[in-house]
């Protein structure tokens, strides 16, 4: 499965952001999916989930109420919206595939990674 992450950009805080990550995987839905970020210095860690059907999700605390994971599987696309953007929510953003389809926010599960794309968000 090879992933393609794209959304990235600079914004105020505030602001809103969509990336989107497209995947290779021939059946799309058998795999859930992840987002994950890595600020300058830090481990990477979980954001959000989503099962591979999309009935199910997961939410780091810190982004709560304010992201929301999707999925189209008839695009074999994934995203992620990303709103009332803070300074700490400045990273790279990850997204990542497990050949299961339930969700789970252990980072060493996914097998298959996207390249990153960089957030930066500005007070």
């Known amino acids: 499965v090879q992933l393609q992450a794209s959304g990235g950009g600079s914004v105020q805080a505030g602001e809103s952001l969509r990336l989107s990550c497209a995947a290779s995987?021939?059946?799309?839905?058998?795999?859930?999916m992840g987002w994950f970020r890595q600020a300058p210095g830090k481990e990477r860690v979980f954001v959000a989930a989503?099962?591979?059907?999309?009935?199910?999700?997961m939410y780091a605390e810190s982004v709560k109420e304010r992201f929301t994971i999707s999925r189209d599987n008839a695009k074999n696309t994934l995203y992620l919206q990303m709103n009332s953007l803070k300074p700490e929510d400045t990273a790279v953003y990850y997204c990542?595939?497990?050949?299961?389809?339930?969700?789970?926010?252990?980072?060493?599960?996914?097998?298959?990674w996207g390249q990153g794309t960089l957030v930066t968000v500005s007070s």
């Open positions: 995987a021939r059946t799309f839905s058998s795999y859930a």
């Open positions: 989503i099962s591979g059907r999309g009935d199910s999700t």
């Open positions: 990542a595939a497990r050949s299961d389809p339930r969700t789970t926010m252990l980072v060493y599960v996914y097998q298959y």
